[in-house]
């Protein structure tokens, strides 16, 4: 991560309850630092269109807004820092969300050398609900879009190639519902494992603020290290 002026966090953890803008804001990191972005529910998703066998097993779960188990999460993230293209730091978008993956984690920066910082996304529950309830993916290049912050140009059509805009399978209310319940139960007590870690641990605010707003807070916070 080489931006003038910006200290070099190698693996940058983006922290927060499903909707908090944990992707658009990976996504935006990616394009300001050049680094890639990895979203362990975009591998899963991947995984399950191609039909193979661990998105066979998966697809349940993750429809049900339950997390899959922690064995299958840390072997693909495990397999994607391998990749050469990480070598120079990367941005963590949904993993880790238990504590074993934390610590699974917490081995494998240390064993490759890299430096970790965790920013956490704080987002009020009625927001999340309101904001993922009007949340749109485009079928084919995956940009998101948001009916009340950041609509298509054209209704339900990607402004990038065209394509279908859809509700992602688990975007429905009840499963939100679920993968919430699953964040305070299982993803929640993370934080006090972060902020007794040692390493920089940052809170941003991201109910009220533009993501570029976001954005700037989050690139301000990691200059400081
Ligand atoms: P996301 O796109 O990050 O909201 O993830 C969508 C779904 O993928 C989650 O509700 C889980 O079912 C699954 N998932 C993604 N990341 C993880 C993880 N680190 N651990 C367990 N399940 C995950």
Redesign the pocket.
Known sequence: MEAAGEAAPKALILFGP??SG??TQAKLLKQALGVPHI???????ARISSGDQLGLE?AG??Q???????E??NRL?RDRLAEPDCAGGFIL??????LP?AEVLERELAGRGFDQVVVHLKVDYTIIIARIAGRRQCSLCGALYSLASHPPAVPGRCDHDGAELVV?E?DREE?IR??LE?YDR?TWPLLEYFSASGHPFHEVNGSNESPRAILDRIRGLLAVG
């Open positions: 499903p909707g944990k992707g979203s362990t529910g975009d591998m899963l998703r998966v779960l993750m049900a807004g339950k997390l899959v188990p922690d299958t999460v993230v978008d949904g993993y880790p969300r238990t993956q992602r688990d499963v679920a993968r699953a299982q």
